[in-house]
T-cell receptor, first 109, second 116 residues
Framework: EDQVTQSPEALRLQEGESSSLNCSYTVSGLRGLFWYRQDPGKGPEFLFTLYSAGEEKEKERLKATLTKKESFLHITAPKPEDSATYLCAVRGGYQKVTFGTGTKLQVIP | DGGITQSPKYLFRKEGQNVTLSCEQNLNHDAMYWYRQDPGQGLRLIYYSQIVNDFQKGDIAEGYSVSREKKESFPLTVTSAQKNPTAFYLC???????????????FGSGTRLTVV
């Protein structure tokens, strides 16, 4: 059974304090790893898809990286508007998508 | 702007009552999905549809039903058989028919259902 574990559950940063969110996974034949951002009371917003180990993608202050066992979402010099829950998901060989429980990020001005 | 519209935003259900959640998209996407989100759990797939007039059960389909009569619409009915329906329900679509498209999902803003 595919599994996704995200850590930490919650993270509090000062504005400008860079950090990383972790997504560890076990999957039978990775077909894609996804990152989403979810604001309170809203649906998730798609950020990135990563396909293979060594791949990296960037969007503004966010950079996602992928290894064979985990993915990191690096946040550089975060701003208060980056506060949200970040979800990780994997798509395995059986086409099933498994979501993690998310990391709730709070950036303090 | 293209997107997914879910309604209502909040819904209250009495015991033994069926309720229907609306999901409409104007993205011209073939595939549509219903997910349930509970605190401390990852999103769980209820039903999905890859084409009009066809749909498949997800991981937690018991107590739910769907229809896909139009490409734009994918309503979800929560029946009285669903014993614990209180949750946040999310509708999503994807540009291709492959389940869990690598282009990612476009989600609606969700419907919060509460049993009273």
């Amino acid at each position: 059974e595919d599994q996704v574990t995200q850590s930490p559950e919650a993270l509090r940063l000062q504005e400008g304090e860079s950090s990383s969110l972790n997504c560890s996974y076990t999957v039978s034949g990775l077909r894609g790893l996804f990152w989403y951002r979810q604001d309170p009371g809203k649906g998730p917003e798609f950020l990135f898809t990563l396909y293979s180990a060594g791949e990296e993608k960037e969007k503004e202050r966010l950079k996602a990286t992928l290894t064979k066992k985990e993915s990191f979402l690096h946040i550089t010099a975060p701003k208060p508007e980056d506060s949200a829950t970040y979800l990780c998901a994997v798509r395995g060989g059986y086409q099933k998508v498994t979501f993690g429980t998310g990391t709730k990020l709070q950036v303090i001005p | 702007d293209g997107g997914i519209t879910q309604s209502p935003k909040y819904l209250f259900r009495k015991e033994g009552q069926n309720v229907t959640l609306s999901c409409e998209q104007n993205l011209n996407h073939d595939a549509m999905y219903w997910y349930r989100q509970d605190p401390g759990q990852g999103l769980r797939l209820i039903y999905y549809s890859q084409i009009v007039n066809d749909f498949q059960k997800g991981d937690i389909a018991e107590g739910y039903s769907v229809s896909r009569e139009k490409k734009e619409s994918f309503p979800l009915t929560v029946t009285s058989a669903q014993k614990n329906p209180t949750a946040f329900y999310l509708c999503a679509s994807s540009i291709d028919r492959t389940v869990g498209s690598n282009y990612g999902y476009t989600f609606g803003s969700g419907t919060r259902l509460t049993v009273v």
